[in-house]
C-alpha cells in the first residue's frame, strides 16, 4: 500500500496561496477555517523562503495519541482523517499537532470550539452519503483516484503530494539537479561540509 | 530560385530543424555540466540558525508571515511533543495510579481498621455544626465536584473503555455530554467553591493544637486522644488544599474554557498540563474526604445532612470546639419537634478553630 505525504520544496514555493485558494475550493470549507497555509521565513531579508503547510499525515501522529474521543484512524494509504460525530472540540490536537493543521469554527456560545476540521489529503472521512461526506469532510478526490487539488494545481510544482516513495524520489532528483550544498533548505553547516548533493551530480 | 518557390514550406522545416539541433547540441552539454556552486549560490540562501531558533521558540518574529488569517502560530509547534508526552507518558497513568492506590488504600484501611465508632453512646443532645446554607453550598459543591470528577476521567481514560464497550454510538454522546457538562458546571463550581472556602475560612486558621493532631495520626487508629477545635489538623489540610490548588485548577480551567481570549496554544497546553495533575490529585484527596465523611467514621456525615452533630461526636473529634459551645446543645426532642429551626445561619463561637 502507499503511504500518502505531502512536501513542499521550498525552493520553488512563490507564496502564491495557490493551494490555499485550491483547497478553499476543492473543499468548500467553512468560513474562517482555511486547510492549508503559507508560511514565510525571514519576509523581505535576501533569506527569505516560504512553505505551504497542512496537516502531514504523520506516521505517529499526536493528534491521534492524545484525541479524548479517539476520533483518528489512519487509512490504508497512511492518511490521518477524523471522525467529526465522534469530535467534541476540545482542541487537544490542536496544542499537540506539530503544524497547526487542526482547526476549529469558533461560532458557539463562550468560544466554544465547534468539531475540528482539517486537511483530509482529499480523502474525505466517515459518512453514510457521498453528500454527507461532501458536506462534513470536503471532497474526496482520492476514491477518483486523484491526487490533492492543492498539490495538482501547485504552479511551480512546489508542493507535491502522493506516495512518499515517489515523492522523496522526485525532490532527490531536484536536490541532485541543483546541487544545493545542504540538501534542501535548514541551512545546516555539516550538510555544506558534506556535500553530498554537489558529488552527486557530478556522478551525473 | 525554382526550388525555393515550389517548396517554401519544406525550406523553412528544414532551417527550423537546423537550429533545434544546433541548439540542442549546443545546450545540453551546457546543462549537463551547470556549475553546482553556482546553482547553489544562485538558490535560497538557507535560513539562518537564528530563524530556526526563532521557529522553534514558538513566537514569531517580525519576518514571520502566515497566510492564515489571525494566525499566531509559527512554523512549527515545538512545544507540542512535550505536551503529548506529558500528558500520555506522566499525568495519564500516574493519576490513575493516584486514584487507583487511594481507592486500594481506604478499602485496606476499612477492611483492617474499620469505621471509627463513637468512643459512648449518643447523649441525645444535640449541637448545631453546619448551618443550612453552609451545608446548601458544601453539596452544591459536593455534586458539581463529583460530576466534573467523573467527567474529566471520562476526557482522560474513557477512550481505553467505553467506546470498545458500548460503540461508537454511545461513546459519541456520552463524551459529548462530558465534555459539556464539564465545561459548562465549571465555571459554576469555580465560584460556588470560592465562595464556600470564604465561608468556612474562619474555622480553618491553623492553630497550634494541630501539630499535636498530625504527630498522633489524627487519632484515626486506636484509642488516642487528641485536641481539635471545630476543625482538626486533617479538615484544615483539606480546606487549604482547596484553597490553593483547588484555585489554580479553577484559574487553569478558566484559560482552558474560554479560547476566545486570545490566550495562546502553549498558555493552553499548560494550562492543560496544570489543571490535569492538580485535579487528579485533588479527585484522590477528595476520596479521602469522602471515606471519612461516611462510612469511615460514625455521626460524622448527619453533621453535614442535618446540620446538627451529637455530644458524644463532638466531644470525641472536636474537644475544643465542645468545650466551648457544651452549653448550646439542644435535646433531640426539640429539634424533632421543630423547636430549632433547621440549622440558623450562624453556627455558635466561631472563635475556635
Not at chain 2, 549560490?41 to 540558525?49: I, K, M, Q, R, W
Amino acid at each position: 500500500m502507499a503511504q500518502m505525504k505531502f512536501m513542499c520544496d521550498a525552493e520553488r514555493c512563490i507564496e502564491c496561496n495557490g493551494c490555499v485558494t485550491a483547497c478553499k475550493n476543492a473543499n468548500e470549507v467553512e468560513w474562517g477555517i482555511q486547510r492549508r497555509r503559507v508560511v514565510t521565513l525571514d519576509d523581505g531579508e535576501p533569506t527569505e523562503v516560504s512553505i505551504s503547510v497542512a496537516c502531514m499525515h504523520c506516521d505517529d501522529a499526536p493528534c491521534m495519541a492524545v484525541c479524548p474521543t479517539d476520533c483518528f484512524y489512519k487509512t490504508d494509504d497512511g492518511i490521518v482523517l477524523h471522525d467529526k460525530d465522534l469530535c467534541i472540540g476540545c482542541g487537544y490536537c490542536l496544542y499537540a499537532c506539530p503544524f497547526g493543521a487542526p482547526q476549529f469554527p469558533q461560532q458557539n456560545a463562550f468560544g466554544e470550539r465547534g468539531k475540528m476540521d482539517k486537511c483530509t489529503f482529499c480523502a474525505g472521512g466517515p459518512a453514510e452519503t457521498r453528500e454527507e461526506e461532501y458536506q462534513k469532510y470536503g471532497a474526496n478526490r482520492i476514491s477518483e483516484g486523484k491526487l490533492p487539488l492543492c498539490a495538482e494545481m501547485c504552479s511551480t510544482k512546489a508542493l507535491l503530494a502522493g506516495d512518499a516513495q515517489t515523492v522523496a524520489d522526485i525532490f532527490r532528483q531536484r536536490v541532485v539537479q541543483r546541487g544545493h550544498p545542504d540538501g534542501a533548505w535548514s541551512g545546516n553547516p555539516r550538510a555544506d561540509a558534506d556535500n553530498l548533493a554537489y558529488d552527486a551530480t557530478h556522478q551525473g | 530560385m525554382f526550388v525555393s518557390h515550389a517548396w517554401p514550406g519544406l525550406w523553412r522545416m528544414a532551417a527550423l530543424a537546423l537550429v533545434l539541433l544546433v541548439g540542442l547540441g549546443v545546450t545540453q552539454p551546457a546543462l549537463a555540466q551547470a556549475d553546482p556552486d553556482r546553482e547553489a549560490a544562485t538558490a535560497v540562501g538557507g535560513v539562518s540558525p537564528e530563524t530556526w531558533r526563532q521557529v522553534r521558540s514558538g513566537e514569531t518574529g517580525p519576518n514571520f508571515r502566515d497566510s492564515r488569517a489571525e494566525s499566531t502560530y509559527n512554523l512549527v509547534n515545538a512545544s507540542g511533543e512535550t505536551w503529548r508526552q506529558l500528558r500520555n507518558r506522566w499525568v495519564s497513568p500516574f493519576g490513575l495510579i493516584a486514584i487507583g492506590g487511594m481507592l486500594v488504600v481506604i478499602a485496606l484501611f476499612y477492611v483492617i481498621v474499620g469505621r471509627k465508632d463513637l468512643s459512648a453512646p449518643r447523649t441525645g443532645r444535640k449541637l448545631l455544626r453546619w448551618p443550612l446554607v453552609v451545608r446548601a453550598i458544601h453539596w452544591t459543591v459536593a455534586t458539581l465536584f463529583i460530576v466534573l470528577a467523573l467527567t474529566g476521567l471520562n476526557l482522560l481514560y474513557g477512550k481505553f473503555v467505553f467506546r470498545p464497550l458500548f460503540g461508537d454510538a454511545v461513546w459519541a454522546g456520552m463524551i459529548s455530554a462530558s465534555k459539556v457538562a464539564h465545561n459548562y458546571l465549571g465555571p459554576l463550581f469555580g465560584i460556588l467553591l470560592i465562595v464556600l472556602l470564604a465561608r468556612v475560612l474562619k474555622h480553618n486558621w491553623p492553630k497550634k493544637h494541630d501539630l499535636e493532631w498530625f504527630k498522633k495520626g489524627g487519632g484515626m487508629v486506636g484509642k488516642a486522644h487528641v485536641d481539635a477545635g471545630f476543625a482538626n489538623g486533617g479538615e484544615k489540610v483539606w480546606f487549604w488544599l482547596l484553597a490553593t490548588v483547588g484555585i489554580v485548577v479553577i484559574a487553569s480551567g478558566f484559560v482552558l474554557d474560554f479560547p476566545n481570549y486570545g490566550q495562546g496554544r502553549d498558555t493552553m497546553q499548560w494550562a492543560n498540563i496544570i489543571h490535569a495533575v492538580g485535579a487528579l490529585g485533588l479527585t484522590a484527596v477528595a476520596l479521602g474526604h469522602i471515606y471519612i465523611g461516611t462510612i469511615g467514621s460514625e455521626g460524622s456525615l448527619e453533621g453535614m445532612a442535618t446540620g446538627y452533630v451529637d455530644e458524644t461526636w463532638a466531644r470525641d473529634h472536636h474537644n475544643l470546639w465542645y468545650e466551648e459551645v457544651k452549653d448550646q446543645a439542644i435535646p433531640e426532642e426539640r429539634l424533632a419537634a421543630g423547636g430549632q429551626p433547621s440549622g440558623g445561619s450562624e453556627e455558635p463561637t466561631p472563635r475556635s478553630g
